[in-house]
């Protein structure tokens, strides 16, 4: 049997949201084993005279517990 934990991250990138989601889960990656998933939570922009400066995702990330 396996017990899972979820945790929530944000992360951002200036590209775009894809990019935010490769960027948070390369870096939860670097401290947490045995990721399984992650569901996109909320995505959200920040603009500047009417452009999209940075994009933003609020994700909660699935890893599996050592035994």
């Given at each position: 049997m ?16 894809e990019?935010?989601?490769?960027l948070?889960?390369d870096?939860?990656a ?6 399984r998933g ?13 452009r ?7 994700m909660?990330v ?6």
């Open positions: 396996s017990v899972a934990k979820v945790s929530e991250i944000s992360a951002t990138s200036t590209k775009s949201f990019d935010a989601i490769k948070g889960l870096r939860a670097k401290t947490l084993r045995n990721i992650a569901w996109i939570k909320e995505q959200h922009v920040r603009c500047d005279g009417g999209i400066t940075e994009y933003q995702v609020n909660m699935t890893f599996v517990l050592d035994d």
